[in-house]
T-cell receptor, first 115, second 114 residues
Framework: DAKTTQPTSMDCAEGRAANLPCNHS???????VYWYRQIHSQGPQYIIH???NNETNEMASLIITEDRKSSTLILPHATLRDTAVYYC????????????????FGPGTSLSVIP | EAGVAQSPRYKIIEKRQSVAFWCNPI?????LYWYQQILGQGPKLLIQ????????DSQLPKDRFSAERLKGVDSTLKIQPAKLEDSAVYLC????????????FGQGTRLTVV
């Protein structure tokens, strides 16, 4: 099961910052927070990930609270092309017999960027 | 760098027929995932391979679904026989390894069972 909760949908005005929240209150100390997005009729696309420090790349910024129970993805200047479903994912560690983790998606947040 | 390739893009079959999907991951990627995405939902992990071995297939309906990854490269996912509820997009993804590496997704195969 997904270990995150996100709002079902959000709107954002074009050119403004889009702030997408995610709750992951049961996250473990060695689990990362990942964000993906899925534009209509395409496969999910990786955006950013982090452990406990804030992260920034060319696409977005990720702010993780000090207690790591929640995070916010920030798209600094949203464009119409940012309209998509955004998924917040906690990488769940597999049982000891393996050393691989799963990428488990929840329902995500449908972001609509409005002209 | 070439991305994850999937074929076909679209498939329409009648219920009880068989269907197969093909995935070619990014070269050098050890981990391969198959997901099922029903309209309006997030992708659901069906099976995960590490090289040519299965590391998780707990969500795969094994009475009708099967998957293989021969030689640790290409993979096929098969449904036999198909049911109406199998109508979905089937996504393949790959990553360099299964430990935190970014997963790259293909465009998916849209299956319609009528």
């Amino acid at each position: 099961d997904a270990k995150t909760t996100q709002p079902t949908s959000m709107d954002c005005a074009e050119g403004r910052a889009a702030n997408l929240p995610c709750n992951h209150s049961t996250i473990s100390g060695n689990e990362y927070v990942y964000w993906y997005r899925q534009i209509h009729s395409q496969g999910p696309q990786y955006i950013i990930h982090g452990l406990k420090n804030n992260e920034t790349n060319e696409m977005a910024s990720l702010i993780i609270t000090e207690d790591r129970k929640s995070s916010t993805l920030i798209l600094p200047h949203a464009t119409l092309r940012d309209t998509a479903v955004y998924y917040c994912i906690v990488r769940v560690l597999m049982p000891l017999k393996t050393s691989y983790d799963k990428v488990i998606f929840g329902p995500g947040t449908s972001l609509s960027v409005i002209p | 760098e070439a991305g994850v390739a999937q074929s076909p893009r679209y498939k329409i079959i009648e219920k009880r027929q068989s269907v197969a999907f093909w995935c070619n991951p990014i070269s050098g990627h050890a981990t391969l995932y198959w997901y099922q995405q029903i309209l309006g939902q997030g992708p659901k992990l069906l099976i995960q391979f590490q090289n040519n071995g299965v590391v998780d297939d707990s969500q795969l309906p094994k009475d009708r679904f099967s998957a293989e990854r021969l030689k640790g490269v290409d993979s096929t996912l098969k449904i036999q026989p198909a049911k109406l509820e199998d109508s979905a997009v089937y996504l393949c993804a790959s990553s360099l390894n299964g430990r935190g590496a970014e997963a790259f997704f293909g465009q998916g195969t849209r299956l319609t069972v009528v």
